[in-house]
Structure formats: structure tokens, C-alpha cells
């Protein structure tokens, strides 16, 4: 099963590393990965999406909380919980495509960021099917790049990933 | 306030951990660090002659005396020599702090003569690392790596320090930090009162149980717990490689050690047991052999103070997460004054596990017959007497590796030190040199074979510079026995690579260092041998004894099966 793993770690050089580093010695998978400072600028935030089954998923987890640097964890697909990735796509804008594009971004929610006379940058943000659904519809048009942030997550409701 | 250089604060801040020994090898990046080491008196350098032998000669310090072992190594190859002892320390959870130059911070990446990325290379094989960015952290991260080496599950830690952080000139304020926080760290202190509860009530309703123990009760110095828990409630108790010693191996109880060339009984007790209380112990797969036959009929107690050691491979049905002697001290005191459910039960299960133990008795091995090589095994018992068994033993790897482990009897935690979780080759020489020095008034024996000596015995040199007297027993088959016993009974005795061609006259090679060596070849010439290996316990005695090479170790599991499927001898299989 996927489970959606977020991380809060110290901003230190070699932190993601090890992080990372856990996942390839341990023979675990690693889906998408996404990391930026928080409000604390002494934090990262790190999510991973990872498949595994409850007795890898326990491990990962029992083994990201023995890293030093990780302050605090949530598997974010126990509980209800709010999941996004942003995706840049740069597809074919020509002729009758031109509104193709245009029309299924509008049916997306998606927003055209970027402009030329022979292809349009689009922006999307939503769940991870969504996107492949997205891409899935502009992939008779052409796709000319690709650019997915990797997933991040949130849970929903009062519960807080804090210190 | 006092300003020190970087190079002077790591001299002192060793000086007031209570540094006794550190082991090390100079080179351009450590020179700064060396000269401040050079000019106090306290903490005492040892010079090795590889650095391998000085992370090895750590570890066998901090196994025998609980502290941390302490190396100081140079960049590059002074710090990948290292690597080994590093992994092996890690695999067997033993506290150890390795400083290691490092090229001046401005070159850092830009492959500069002797540099090496230390710390990516030693991550997986750590408990934690640091890189020094700025002298004045150089007290705090020193006291943060001595705190994590030795706390919770203790492991190796490795500090690595540019050159340029030790300059001479640049001095900073020096204040020896008494304690250090890390808000992400926060070792348990005590286990779960109600899953406590649980496994009493588990452990009192047994019928047929058995301890298993492992190296987290001889670390966490919990043998004397285990011991009154052990014999308040009567049942057997088995012993992991690493947690040797931790029960006392004379009494009537201990089945002796498990696994892969464990005991006939510890491995059939396991087998049938209903309840298995494992504390310290993390079901490596030379103990469970496969997991999917592992102990069918048993509930599983598993304390351990690491909660990814729980359920990593046999799943726990009662789970207890703290370190092994609090939540020993609080089984102890849930037991007291309670009576076991089913004594009838356990008089009957002692009565299958005595008659496992006594199917054994005299079978164990064939003794060597007139004009025979004397066998590895005969050795080891005779090293047990003429000791008292009393010695420090630590060991290289391979088959006298497990013959040490089985027929020298331990009674105190601590004394078998052996690279169990890696099987580093060259552990047991430089380990026994750093047991030697804690410990000058032991006994310390070194049981190795003509191979894995090989691979240290350039600390010989180490040895005579500090007079470091340990006893070298060299179980001499000419051979690589533990590889030539896979081969005799996996590739039809193709013996690739495993003789020992062109031995070197250890007599000599010993007699150049200035010791004495011995050889011997027949069972009545050993006794007196030995005896005269151990006569002087300050002095270095290498015993070379021909042993007969087409030995094995037995029992021996048999691969993918259960516990109880066992090669008993050439012939004989459960």
C-alpha cells in the first residue's frame, strides 16, 4: 500500500542524506520525495510516498525515527489527510490544439503560466491522480517537459505536525 | 574563561570526558590535534600500526569496560582503514568515538590530496555523524558524540574535523559542556508498566518457556538482573553469541549459546518452547535460521531498547521497548511472591530439555586418537582449564571462532568478545590489545587461526612498544576451516582458495618482534604448552598449535530450515 510519510528534521547539511541514504541501505522505495524549510527555519519538512506493507511501513518508520536529525514523523495516510504535488507540463500548442490545450486546462483547473507561439506552459496542482489524469489527456497533443514537484501532505482537521 | 585552539580543545575535552586511552595513527590532517595530544599527559595515545587495529583495539577496550573507545585517525586513507572497525562496532552496538582529520574546509570537494568524504562514506555504519564547521562547536559536538555513542542503543559515532578548525593560531573560548541536549534524541528510560504486566502474566502461565538473551543484556549491564530473574522462576535460559556470559554458563540452567552452531538443546528448546522471552536480542538470522519455521509453537516476548529491533523479523507478540535491566528489575519485582502456573508442566519440560542435553554428552566431537592431530576442540578445553576460565577471550572469525565460543565456559558477562554481527577477520588481536590495557591483571587470550591472524599481526609492533602482554592461541590448520567446511559440504570439497600455502614460521616471526612463540604438535605436548603460555601474564606468548584441518563445527543448522534441523556430526542429522 502507499503511505504518504512527512518528516519534520533539523535544516542541517547531511540531514536529507540520511534521509535518503536509509531508504537505499534498507531496501525500501522511495515514490516521490519533496523537502523545504518551515516557519522554523531551524526545520525541515520532508514527505515521501513509499509502497510498502504494514510490517515495511513499521520499520520505515521506526527506522526514520532513530535518525538523529529526524525530530518528528507522521504517516499521513493513517488519518484523513490533504495530499497535493504541483506539476509544470510544457505541451504542443498549435493550430486547433491551441484551444484543445486551453479548454482541457480550464476542465482541470489548471492554469496556462506561460506563453509562446508554438506551445504553452501549464500549471496544475492536485493529487497525484489527477495529474497523471491530466497528463494522460495531453498526451495526444505532446508533452514536450514534464516538471512534478513530488507529493506533499497534510493532515486534516486539529491535528498539528508541531515540536 | 580560557582560549584554546580547536587542536587543544579536543585534548581537553578528552581530559575531562575521562579519556584514558585513545588509539590513533598521525597524518597531515590530524597534525594540529597530535601536537596538542603530544604536549599534556593525560589522556594516553596508543600507536597503532594499521587503523583498522585502532578502531578494533577501541571496541575491545569499550566491550571490557563499558566506556567508550576513543580513535583519532587522519584523512583519507587514514580514515577509510578505519571503516571496518567502524561497521563492526556498529553491528554489535558498541560505543566508540572516531575523530577524523579532515583537509582544510576552503579544499573540501575539490579532491584534494588525502581527502575523502568520511562521513558519506561511514553513514549507513554510524549512529551519527558531525562535521566540525566552526572551532568554537568543537566542545559541544564532541560531548553531543561521547552522549550518543554511549546512550540507548550504543553504536559508533564519527566526528569529522578540518584541519583548519584545529589551527594553532585561532583561539576560542573553551568551556567543557557537563551535559548536551538534542531535542530529537530522547533514549527510553524504562519500558511499558502495562506491557510489562502482560509478559509476567505470560511468563508466570508457561509451560514450556526459555529465555533468550543477547548482547543488549551484557551492554546494558543487566547479568546480574537476568541472573536472579532467571533462577526465580526456573526455566531455561539460552544466550545469543554476543550475550555470552550474561547467565553464568556453569549452571544448570544455561543451555549454553543458539543459532546456526548453537547448542544441540538451546536450539531444540527453542524449537518447542510455548514461550520465548528474548531480551537484548534481535532474532538475527544466524539464530532463527528461517523465519518461516521459526518456533512454531511459541508466544514471543521481545525486550529490546531499540523499537526497530522489535518485529524487524519474527513479528513480538508482546512487544516491550526499554532498556534490558529496568525492565528486568520490574519483571523481578512483579514476579516476587507469586507462584508459577503449571509446576507440573515445567518439571516435564525440564525433563525433554535434560534428555536433549544429556543425547549429547560425549558425542560432541571425536578426541584426536594416538598419532592424530590434536583437534581445535581439545585445545580450547585446555585453554579453559589451565585458565580456570577465567580469561578474557576474544576471537577472529571462523571455525576456532566457534569452537572458543563453545567449549570455553564463560561465568561473567564481558569476557567472550568476538565480532558476532560483522565477522570481521583481524578483530581478535588489536581487540585483545585493548582489553589488555584496561585490564593488566587478566588473563587475555587472543584465539585465532593462521588466516584471520594474518590479516593484524602487524600489531605485534604495537605490542612491543607498550609491552602489552596477550596470549596468542593459534588454532593452526592451514587452512581457511570455517570456507573449507562450507566447501566440503556444498561443493562436493572443491577447496577454492581456502589453504593457507606458503605460512610464514610464525616461531620466527614472533621471535623477530622479541617474544616468545611456542608450537606444538601432539596432545601431550599441549598441556605444558599452555601451561607455560600463561605462566607470566605480562608477557606475550604466541601458542601455535597444529590442528587437524578436516574438523568441522557441528551442530551446524541446516539452511532454511527450522531451529531443530541440525547437522549433528559427518554423519549424523536430525
Redesign the interface.
Known amino acids: 500500500m502507499r503511505h504518504i510519510i512527512s518528516i519534520l ?2 535544516n542541517e ?2 540531514a536529507l ?2 534521509v535518503v ?1 536509509l531508504f537505499a ?1 534498507r531496501n525500501y522505495n522511495i515514490e516521490t520525495l519533496n523537502v523545504a524549510p518551515t516557519e522554523d527555519p531551524s526545520l525541515s519538512r520532508l514527505t515521501v510516498t513509499t509502497v510498502g506493507d504494514d ?1 515495511v511501513i ?2 520505515i518508520t ?2 526514520l ?2 535518525l ?5 514523523l507522521v504517516d499521513l495516510t493513517e488519518g484523513n489527510h490533504i495530499e497535493r504535488e504541483l506539476m509544470l507540463v510544457k505541451v504542443k500548442a498549435l493550430g486547433a490544439a491551441r484551444d484543445e490545450v486551453k479548454r482541457t486546462a480550464d476542465i482541470f483547473r489548471a492554469q496556462i503560466v506561460d506563453v509562446t507561439a508554438s506551445l504553452y506552459t501549464v500549471q496544475i496542482t492536485g493529487d497525484a491522480g489527477k495529474l497523471d489524469a491530466f497528463l494522460q489527456a495531453m498526451a495526444p497533443i505532446g508533452i514536450l517537459e514534464v516538471a512534478r514537484t513530488g507529493v506533499s501532505g497534510i493532515a486534516r482537521g486539529d491535528k498539528v505536525l508541531s ?1 | 574563561m580560557e582560549l584554546l585552539s580547536g587542536a587543544d580543545m579536543i585534548a581537553r575535552f578528552l581530559q575531562d570526558e575521562g579519556v584514558e586511552y585513545i588509539y590513533g595513527y598521525p597524518g597531515g590532517a590530524a597534525l594540529h590535534i597530535y601536537d596538542a595530544l603530544f604536549r599534556q599527559d593525560k589522556v594516553k595515545h596508543i600507536l597503532v600500526r594499521h587503523e583498522q587495529a585502532a578502531t578494533h583495539a577501541a571496541d575491545g577496550y569499550a566491550r571490557a569496560s563499558g566506556k567508550p573507545g576513543v580513535v583519532l585517525v587522519t584523512s583519507g586513507p587514514g580514515a577509510t582503514n578505519a571503516v571496518t572497525g567502524i561497521a563492526t562496532a556498529y553491528m554489535d552496538s558498541i560505543p566508540m568515538v572516531v575523530i577524523c582529520g579532515q583537509v582544510m574546509s576552503h579544499l573540501i570537494g575539490d579532491d584534494a590530496f588525502q581527502e575523502t568524504d568520511i ?2 562514506v561511514t ?2 555504519i554510524v ?3 558531525f ?1 566540525i564547521k566552526h572551532p568554537s562547536e568543537i566542545p559541544e559536538v564532541l560531548k553531543k558524540a561521547f552522549y ?1 555513542a554511549s546512550t540507548g542503543r550504543p553504536g559508533p559515532v564519527v566526528v569529522d574535523i578540518p584541519k583548519d578548525m584545529t589551527s594553532p593560531t585561532e583561539r576560542y573560548e573553551y568551556v567543557y559542556p557537563k551535559k548536551v541536549k ?4 530522547n533514549p527510553v528510560t524504562r519500558g511499558h508498566t502495562g506491557q510489562i504486566k502482560k509478559a509476567v502474566e505470560l511468563m508466570l502461565k508457561a509451560k514450556r518457556p526459555v529465555f533468550y538473551t543477547g548482547g543488549g543484556v551484557v551492554s546494558g549491564g543487566a547479568s546480574e538482573a537476568l541472573t536472579d530473574l532467571v533462577r526465580r522462576l526456573g526455566y531455561p535460559i539460552t544466550t545469543t553469541l554476543m550475550g555470552i556470559g550474561a547467565y553464568p554458563q556453569g549452571d544448570r540452567q544455561c543451555l549454553g549459546w543458539l543459532g546456526m552452531h548453537g547448542s544441540y538443546e538451546s536450539n531444540m528448546a527453542m524449537h518447542h518452547a510455548d514461550l520465548i522471552i528474548a531480551i537484548g536480542a534481535r532474532f538475527d538470522d544466524r539464530v532463527t535460521n528461517n523465519t518461516s519455521k521459526f518456533c512454531p509453537t511459541a508466544k514471543i516476548i521481545h525486550v529490546d531498547i ?3 529491533s522489535v ?2 523479523t519474527v ?1 513480538a507478540d508482546v512487544p516491550i521497548v526499554g532498556p534490558a535491566g529496568s525492565v528486568i528489575n520490574e519483571m523481578i519485582s512483579l514476579v516476587q511472591g507469586k507462584e508459577i502456573a503449571h509446576p507440573e508442566a515445567l518439571g516435564e519440560w525440564w525433563q525433554k530439555v535434560d534428555g536433549w542435553r544429556e543425547e549429547r554428552v560425549g558425542k560432541l566431537y571425536e578426541p584426536s586418537g594416538p598419532g592424530e592431530k590434536i583437534k581445535p576442540q581439545e585445545v580450547i578445553e585446555a585453554m579453559c582449564r589451565v585458565t580456570r576460565g577465567e580469561a578474557f577471550v576474544t576471537t577472529d572469525v571462523g571455525q576456532h571462532q566457534m569452537f572458543a565460543a563453545q567449549y570455553y565456559k564463560f561465568d561473567k558477562p564481558n569476557r567472550f568478545i568476538t565480532s558476532g554481527g560483522l565477522g570481521t577477520m583481524g578483530f581478535g588481536f588489536p581487540a585483545a590489545m585493548g582489553i589488555k590495557q584496561n585490564f593488566p591483571e587478566d588473563q587475555v587470550i587472543c584465539v585465532t587461526g593462521e588466516g584471520s591472524f594474518q590479516m593484524m599481526m602487524q600489531e605485534l609492533s604495537t605490542c612491543k612498544q607498550y609491552g602489552v602482554g596477550v596470549k596468542i592461541v593459534n588454532l593452526n590448520n592451514a587452512s581457511l576451516g570455517m570456507v573449507r567446511q562450507w566447501q566440503d559440504l556444498n561443493y562436493k570439497s572443491r577447496h577454492a582458495h581456502s589453504y593457507m600455502e606458503s605460512l610464514p614460521d610464525f616461531q620466527k616471526l614472533i621471535e623477530a618482534y622479541g617474544f616468545t612463540a611456542l608450537r606444538v604438535e601432539t596432545l601431550d605436548e599441549l598441556e605444558p604448552a599452555l601451561e607455560r603460555t600463561f605462566a607470566d601474564k605480562h608477557e606475550l606468548v604466541f601458542l601455535d598449535v597444529q590442528v587437524d584441518p578436516r574438523e568441522h563445527v557441528y551442530p551446524m543448522q541446516v539452511p532454511l530450515g527450522s531451529m531443530r534441523d541440525m547437522l549433528l556430526s559427518k554423519t549424523e542429522r536430525t
Open positions: 528534521m533539523e547539511p547531511g542524506s540520511r541514504g541501505q510490517r513499521e520499520q521506526k527506522h525515527n532513530k538523529i536529525d529526524v525530530v518528528k515540536l | 562521513v558519506g553513514r549507513p549512529k551519527h555523524s562535521s550518543l538534542l531535542r530529537s534524541y531499540d523499537p526497530s518485529s524487524k513479528r
